[in-house]
T-cell receptor, first 115, second 113 residues
Framework: DAGVIQSPRHEVTEMGQEVTLRCKPI?????LFWYRQTMMRGLELLIY????????DSGMPEDRFSAKMPNASFSTLKIQPSEPRDSAVYFCASSLRQAGTGELFFGEGSRLTVL | DQQVKQNSPSLSVQEGRISILNCDYT??????FLWYKKYPAEGPTFLISISSIKDKNEDGRFTVFLNKSAKHLSLHIVPSQPGDSAVYFCAASAQGGSEKLVFGKGTKLTVNP
């Protein structure tokens, strides 16, 4: 079975450019999460969706960040304009909410470098 | 304000010995705890979990202990194997494990042959 698929795996861009990260969750999962990993802050939850609806976006750093989930099989995280401090690994994860196990299935991550 | 803390950034043990990874939390509303393992260039993968109604959960070589009064949990790996070398994240949830997980910063475990 395919796991969570993220693209791109690596992105190098210049400050001020728009960055779009993409995620395809596991089929049948109804919750989707965007996390960011940095050395300083570890794994931080940015936003999560349940049944394509944003439930909690309190972790989104600022208005430059936005996330959408137009359907059950696709989500995007957009940064516009990007800044060097946005450099991090961004993980998408999905889960089956009804399972109640707390088990998230993570993608391999998108490593973003903003110069 | 970190709600889940892993105070040891790294740990090194010999193959065959016990590895003990520790985690402390501050939010008394947390009622479900998980450990994830992460290899380089991969996403974290679920390892083991425990509900706050229990104080111990075992799965093969992995055992998680929960001390609610101390707001502390630990992961024991016995015996440790070189393939266990990875970063281990402790995570907690305040909603019975159904939603939002708060992660610690991780502990890098190295198991030496």
């Amino acid at each position: 079975d395919a796991g969570v698929i993220q693209s791109p795996r690596h992105e190098v861009t210049e400050m001020g450019q728009e960055v779009t990260l993409r995620c395809k969750p596991i089929s049948g999962h109804n919750s989707l999460f965007w996390y960011r990993q940095t050395m300083m802050r570890g794994l931080e939850l940015l936003i999560y969706f349940n049944n394509n609806v944003p439930i909690d976006d309190s972790g989104m750093p600022e208005d430059r960040f936005s996330a959408k989930m137009p359907n059950a099989s696709f989500s995007t995280l957009k940064i516009q304009p990007s800044e060097p401090r946005d450099s991090a690994v961004y993980f998408c994860a999905s889960s089956l909410r009804q399972a109640g196990t707390g088990e998230l299935f993570f993608g391999e991550g998108s490593r973003l470098t903003v110069l | 304000d970190q709600q889940v803390k892993q105070n040891s950034p790294s740990l090194s043990v010999q193959e065959g010995r016990i590895s003990i990874l520790n985690c402390d939390y501050t939010n008394s509303m947390f009622d479900y705890f998980l450990w994830y393992k992460k290899y380089p260039a991969e996403g974290p993968t679920f390892l083991i979990s425990i509900s706050s109604i229990k104080d111990k959960n075992e799965d093969g070589r992995f055992t998680v202990f929960l001390n609610k009064s101390a707001k502390h949990l630990s992961l024991h790996i016995v015996p440790s194997q070189p393939g266990d070398s990875a970063v281990y994240f402790c995570a907690a949830s305040a909603q019975g494990g159904s939603e939002k997980l708060v992660f610690g910063k991780g502990t890098k475990l190295t198991v030496n042959p």
